[in-house]
């Protein structure tokens, strides 16, 4: 039995909920989420719980089945509370600007990186040095974020670049000159 796929998901006051088939709406404070789940699973709204239940006991509906109701999940917590991102950029001259909704890098290239933001995500930086991107659906937080890292990895040997505010870097050590 999925342990997740069974928990109901409870709605919090301000949230709304709509079930059309597999197509799923989630209103709240901060916005509207839309999301087209599997056809085989039934969802439904009861009681001020959503409840998504499986068909079969098939592997591929097991795992459909926690995807589910994680998805679910994910968008009422979205519009209720946003989701964010902490990034933190090390080096020497590295900095961002925040530019009207687009972030101006400064990464050591020669020209200035500038980083659209996508419909739905905002940018706070609160100094030149880290950046947290937020919205209210969690995949594309997370997708924008990880795009934002791929304009400067964070290196091994003294560890510039942009990396997650929780994320630790394994440190190499250079070379030695032996003589």
């Not at 088939?21 to 439904?44: A, F, M, Q, R």
């Not at 091994?156 to 394994?170: M, S």
Request: glycine fraction near 10%; hydrophobic fraction near 30%; proline fraction near 5%.
């Amino acid at each position: 039995m999925s342990r997740i796929g069974n928990k109901p998901i409870e709605i919090p006051e301000g949230v709304e909920v709509k079930v059309q088939g597999s197509h799923v709406t989630v209103k709240g404070p901060k916005g509207t989420l839309e999301k087209d789940l599997s056809e085989e699973l039934s969802i439904s709204v009861e009681e001020g719980k959503v409840i998504v239940k499986r068909p079969n006991d098939e592997v591929e509906m097991k795992s459909l089945h926690g995807l589910t109701r994680t998805l679910i999940n994910n968008m009422v917590i979205g519009v209720k509370e946003e989701f964010k991102k902490e990034l933190e950029i090390n080096g020497v001259g590295y900095r961002v600007q925040k530019q009207g909704n687009d972030l101006n890098l400064v990464l050591g290239y020669s020209h200035p990186v500038i980083y659209k933001a996508p419909a739905g995500i905002s940018f706070d930086v609160p100094n030149p040095n880290s950046i947290i991107v937020k919205g209210i659906d969690k995949e594309l937080v997370g997708q924008t974020a990880a795009e934002i890292r791929t304009k400067r990895l964070p290196e091994v040997y003294r560890g510039k670049g942009i990396k997650y505010v929780d994320e630790v870097i394994r440190r190499k050590e250079g070379k030695t000159g032996k003589k």
